[in-house]
């Protein structure tokens, strides 16, 4: 296994702040919580509307701390993005992502994983060499593999681009979250190497008596089958939602209606009903 300079990340990047103690102390937890497995992978469902079929999966980390329980990841991958510890974690989770889905492609569910990867990943020097060296290590092939990315890992355009065709090369897929927050979305889409579009729970929340979200899915949809890319709508709670996302075009989805995020265990027992 090649070294990446484990504890080196960005120590001697002279653009950064100084960290303060408790981003010190924090980053510290992380390390340690990482070396004890305190993170935790869990799975949710992605579902084709059409035939309820499930389609893959989204790969969502977890915090599992001894003492304070389950700290969801809105509370620590902003601070593990600042402090770098993002890198470690993110390495971390898309190997145990990859591992688990060729355990359960050796058993005979062939899905597809979804793994998020933050902004900070991107414009990581050896990211792509550090995804060739999981799949090999875990004997994964990239066509099950799919990376969410968010809009702002845009802030250097050709960059994120480049790093992307690259992932792409690998025959790996990519798909757009949360799309539709950013106030740019609709003017940089064409131009960008993503295989699937992810319309933002903003739109979905209301989408059954609300016009403007039906109009807006509607344009997304559009978009996308114009550019050859898929979509899938997140955040799906109610049939109604889906009843609407059905008249809007939109095929795929994911949301509590069909599952909430689950421990491999019971997401392994989620796969075997499944089948029956
Ligand atoms: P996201 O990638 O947009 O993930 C969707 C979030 O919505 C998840 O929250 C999921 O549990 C939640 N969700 C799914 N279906 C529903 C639903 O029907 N209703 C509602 N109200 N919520 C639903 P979670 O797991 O707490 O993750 C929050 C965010 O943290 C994620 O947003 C993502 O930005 C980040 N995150 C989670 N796991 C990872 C990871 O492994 N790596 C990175 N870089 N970020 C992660
Ligand atoms: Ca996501
Ligand atoms: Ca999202
Ligand atoms: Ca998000």
């Excluded at 103690?21 to 935790?40: G, S, T, V, W």
């Excluded at 106030?183 to 059954?208: C, W």
């Amino acid at each position: 296994v090649k070294s990446r300079g484990k504890n080196g990340y960005d120590f001697f990047d002279p653009t950064m702040e100084a960290k303060s103690l408790e981003r010190i102390l924090m980053e510290n937890e992380m390390r340690k919580a990482i070396e004890q497995e305190q993170f935790q992978i869990y799975y949710q469902p992605k579902i084709d509307i059409a035939t309820s079929a499930m389609t893959g999966m989204e790969a969502l980390v977890r915090w599992v701390h001894p003492e304070l329980g389950i700290i969801p990841p809105n509370r620590f991958i902003p601070i593990a993005e600042e402090t770098g510890m993002i890198l470690a974690l993110g390495e971390w989770i898309l190997k145990q992502a990859c591992k688990q889905n060729k355990i359960w492609h050796d058993q005979g569910y062939t899905l597809k994983v979804s793994v998020n990867l933050s902004a900070r990943q991107i414009y990581q020097k050896d990211l792509v060499e550090m995804i060739k060296d999981i799949l090999q290590e875990t004997n994964l092939s990239p066509n099950w593999l799919e990376l969410e990315i968010t809009e702002s890992i845009f802030v250097k355009m050709e960059e994120a681009t480049a790093v992307l065709q690259q992932i792409r090369d690998i025959g790996i897929q990519i798909s757009i979250d949360d799309f539709g927050t950013g106030y740019s979305s609709f003017s940089y889409i064409k131009s960008l190497p993503v295989d699937t579009i992810k319309i933002d729970a903003s739109f979905i929340r209301d989408i059954h008596h609300n016009q403007e979200s039906q109009a807006i899915v509607k344009a997304i949809v559009t978009i996308a089958q114009s550019l050859n890319m898929n979509v899938i709508a997140e955040g799906i709670e109610l049939h109604d939602q889906v009843a609407a996302l059905k008249e809007n075009g939109c095929d795929h989805g994911q949301g509590y209606l069909f599952s909430k995020p689950l421990p491999t265990d019971d997401f392994d027992q989620l796969l075997r009903q499944e089948q029956q």
